[in-house]
């Protein structure tokens, strides 16, 4: 269910996305209007679940995970109850940044990071013999070539009145 967002309520999920550590005194500043007001509207926003939460963006490779890989998984079944429990391992799985269900001859995209080359081939066989896993292609990453953790705002989506 959309939301209807006004023009400020816009601009603080903007700023919000380009610097989500700012006190809520810049953010009014930016936004035009009263601290109050502006801390008010944040609130709303996380309430309804548009802001959903606050968190650091890290450098894997500096962190030592110099691998990022695409796995993608085909399931044996697609019965519902089989999808939910490979849900449930996926959420339990460190080397998986996010996951995807899919539609089409692949069932599931995970990005995953891991140290080095030994470590993700041995995650690997672990998702191969997890139950319902029909197989698991992969791919490695040479380079990245877009990062955008943000919701392109300026994308010209409906904005409420």
Aim: with cysteine; net charge negative.
């Amino acid at each position: 269910m959309t939301v209807r967002l006004d023009a400020v309520d816009w601009k603080i999920l903007d700023e919000l996305q380009r610097d989500g550590r700012m006190t809520n005194v810049e953010l009014s500043r930016r936004v035009g209007i009263s601290a109050p007001p502006c801390l008010r509207r944040v609130r709303a926003l996380e309430e309804d679940g548009i802001i959903q939460g606050y968190r650091a963006l890290l450098e894997e490779k500096r962190l030592g995970y110099d691998l990022m890989a695409f796995a993608m998984v085909h399931l044996i079944s697609q019965a519902e109850a089989d999808l939910e429990a490979f849900q449930e391992l996926i959420a339990h799985w460190p080397l998986v940044r996010s996951a995807w269900m899919l539609s089409g001859d692949v069932d599931f995209l995970m990005l995953c990071v891991a140290p080095d080359l030994r470590t993700f081939q041995t995650f690997v066989l672990e998702i191969t013999a997890a139950p319902n896993v029909r197989n698991v292609k992969t791919a490695l990453t040479l380079k990245q070539a877009k990062n955008a953790p943000v919701v392109p705002l300026e994308a010209g989506l409906p904005r409420g009145a």
